[in-house]
């Protein structure tokens, strides 16, 4: 099982730059900016408390429903088989409703 897989953020593969940017290393670049941060220290919590908490931020994103966003990038080594959306006749396809059909339960394995 290797963590890496999972993605954060991603972006159209070309030659600038990776095509993502895997959620584990997103969650500790969030947390050690926070603990950074001139104003963290006045929270009244422990630093560590803090980074651990701010890199929790992203938890969502380990779900299926939102790493099928970037087909591309989908962990098959952690979750399995890509999801498949089902077929809604005469109902557009937009972003907002794939994530709402998404949680309502309409993807397959």
């Known amino acids: ?5 999972l ?5 159209p593969s070309d030659d600038r730059g990776p095509a993502m940017h895997p959620l584990l290393a997103h969650s500790l670049d969030v947390a050690a900016t926070a ?17 651990f908490l701010v890199a929790l931020h992203d938890i969502g994103k380990v779900s299926r429903s939102f790493q099928a966003q970037a087909a591309a ?13 089902r077929a809604r006749p005469g109902v557009p396809r937009t972003r907002g409703d794939e994530l709402f ?6 993807w397959e394995a």
């Open 101 to 106: 059909t998404a949680s309502a339960g309409s």
């Open 73 to 85: 990038h989908w962990p098959t080594n952690l979750l399995g088989p890509a999801p498949t959306r």
């Open 35 to 51: 603990t950074l941060l001139p104003q963290a220290a006045r929270l009244g919590i422990d630093l560590r408390t803090l980074g």
């Open 1 to 5: 099982m290797d963590l890496s897989d």
């Open 7 to 11: 993605w954060a953020k991603a972006h």
